[in-house]
């Protein structure tokens, strides 16, 4: 009896034994991450609407534009396009799409990721119409897409209908059959394959929108067909939003099907979000510029720490609408006040690159320190308080007539950074700048309502067309554009730029619209050039994106 009650516990402690590693392997693959959130609530999710980075970076997991950006060689490769054509031209483009990919919606009652059917219960597949339904409603004026000055001028008939004056029928998309889409262009660009990996460009399920309307992004109600689908979204600051693993998306080479089950944004300052990766409730986090020196003089922070190159500018916007903005002297005061490499090296420290010019130096086209030396704006006390001093003396004014406001979003890097230069600007000019902050969203509506506010511009496509005009200083966007700033000798010479034939021409050109833009007429201050930078917990298999948005389907956690 002895020996057989022995034998019925330790075949009960070997049986737990193996429940338990059963039950350890298939416990859900859940990442945790904070990365390219901020402590804010995500605006949207709605790919007409969205023109922010967390927004984006959602976006592009739950939709698959037609055009894929590597998120590491920043190459443009299929995404629902299994292929493409141009004309002769350069203008018509002819899109084959993956075919039989479902929409899919999360169902909290039954705990999975379920296919939409239509009325007669058949499967609805992401067609070519689709993606003509989504590249129009984000050119409607009805819409009112805040990104449409990006999207407007590149397909024939677009900006007309954009504007109210031409009509849906002549913008150039034609559904040639579900699985083909032809796409007529305005103008030849080696830019354009880039263009349809925008999210303003993705396919939107319009019977679902006409639907619910504004409502359609909640997830008891949105459509989506990408790697994975929205299972939560819980709003507010500090909230988060949890995407699952979508089983119905195929997977191609370049979007394959995700390994991860769950990827869940938390909505935190980078400052909490190191907290909790300390605690072991974070694997992907930010760091703050403060605490740089101590993540890699720790032997573990810094081997999960990573750093590559950015792709974003940060500057600041000066309101040219208001008083002492309204003389270009003063501007550049200000601008050259600001000691970029004490930003870089006290306040950040990640390898930031102090900014002499607002477009990036790795962009095609872009114009370098390195090519133009004396170029751009640089920091100089002497001079800055020289400049002043004249705008000040011919205006009969001194620096106490000023009170003066500087706006940034929710944030303690901004927070760091604003309240330095702030110093800056009160020990070289003796001006009293104060500082507000407000929600991203708020912060977006607003900041044109500001002396100065704070900005990043990440480029859409890796071309410096993106910077001089889709960041909206060319008069063509003068309601996009928060400095009020407009000039007819820099819209002339961005222009002449995007048409130039030869890479060197262009960058010529960039180049003295860049000096109109930042010393000769400036509108903005730039400061600093961004790195790409986190933290990753052991047993995290990823990539490293340089494209602000990460591509979670190509991650993986093993430990």
Wanted: hydrophobic content about 40%; proline content about 6%; aromatic content about 12%.
């Amino acid at each position: 009896m002895k020996k057989g009650l022995v034998f019925v516990l330790l075949l009960a402690l070997f049986v737990a034994l193996i429940g338990g590693v059963v039950s350890a392997q298939d416990e859900p693959k859940v990442l945790t991450t904070g990365r390219q959130m901020g402590p804010s609530d995500i605006p949207t999710i709605d790919p007409a609407l969205a023109e922010d980075v967390p927004s984006v970076q959602v976006i592009d997991e739950l939709f698959v534009g037609l055009v894929r950006i590597n998120e590491e060689t920043i190459a443009a490769e299929p995404g629902m396009a299994t292929s493409w054509s141009v004309s002769d031209d350069g203008l018509v483009y002819t899109f084959s799409l993956v075919p039989d990919v479902p929409w899919v919606r999360y169902n909290a009652e039954s705990g999975a990721v379920e296919q939409l059917t239509d009325a007669d219960g058949n499967p609805m597949y992401v067609t070519a119409q689709d993606f003509a339904n989504g590249i129009l409603r984000t050119l409607s004026p009805d819409t009112a897409s805040p990104y449409l000055y990006v999207y407007q001028p590149w397909i024939a008939g677009g900006e007309a209908y954009a504007s109210g004056e031409g009509a849906m029928e002549d913008v150039g998309i034609k559904v040639v059959d579900d699985y083909t889409l032809e796409v007529t262009m305005s103008r030849p660009s080696s830019v354009t394959p880039l263009i349809f990996g925008l999210w303003g460009f993705m396919a939107q399920p319009q019977s679902v929108i006409d639907e619910y309307a504004e409502f359609w992004i909640d997830p008891e109600n949105i459509a989506t067909y990408g790697p994975f689908a929205l299972k939560e979204w819980v709003r507010g600051d500090g909230g988060s939003l949890t995407m699952i693993a979508n089983p119905f998306w195929p997977g191609t080479d370049s979007v394959p099907s995700p390994q991860l089950d769950e990827v869940q944004f938390q909505f935190l300052d980078e400052s909490v979000q190191l907290t909790n990766f300390e605690a072991g409730s974070l694997d992907v986090s930010e760091v703050p510029g403060t605490e740089i020196d101590r993540v890699l003089a720790s032997p573990d922070l810094s081997t999960a720490y990573a750093v590559g190159p950015g792709t974003c500018t940060y500057y600041y916007g000066f309101n040219v609408e208001r008083e002492p903005f309204t003389d270009a002297r003063a501007r550049l005061a200000f601008s050259m006040a600001i000691d970029r490499a004490a930003i870089t090296e006290d306040v950040l420290g990640a390898g930031e690159i102090p900014a002499n010019f607002f477009a990036l130096p790795n962009l095609n086209a872009a114009p370098t320190l390195a090519q133009f030396p004396e170029g751009g704006v640089f920091s100089d006390p002497e001079g800055a308080k020289a400049l002043w001093d004249e705008y000040l003396a011919e205006v009969g004014k001194t620096s106490a007539d000023f009170n003066l406001t500087l706006l940034h979003n929710e944030s303690a890097l901004h927070s760091a950074i604003a309240q330095a230069v702030q110093q800056m600007w009160s020990d070289t000019l003796g001006v009293t700048v104060q500082i507000a902050t407000a929600d991203f969203s708020t912060y977006l509506d607003t900041r044109g309502n500001y002396d100065i506010y704070r900005a990043g511009w990440c480029y859409d496509y890796p071309d410096a067309h993106n910077f001089y005009y889709d960041a909206g200083f060319h008069s063509d966007l003068l309601e996009e554009n928060d400095t009020h700033w407009s000039n007819a000798d820099y819209d002339a010479l961005v222009e002449q730029g995007f048409a130039a034939e030869t890479v060197e021409e262009r960058v010529d050109l960039y180049a003295q619209a860049e000096q109109i833009l930042v010393h000769d007429d400036p509108a903005i201050a730039p400061v600093y050039f961004y790195v790409t930078d986190d933290l990753t917990a052991p047993g995290i298999t990823r990539t490293h994106s340089y494209i602000t948005r990460e591509h979670y389907e190509k991650w993986d956690i093993n430990r």
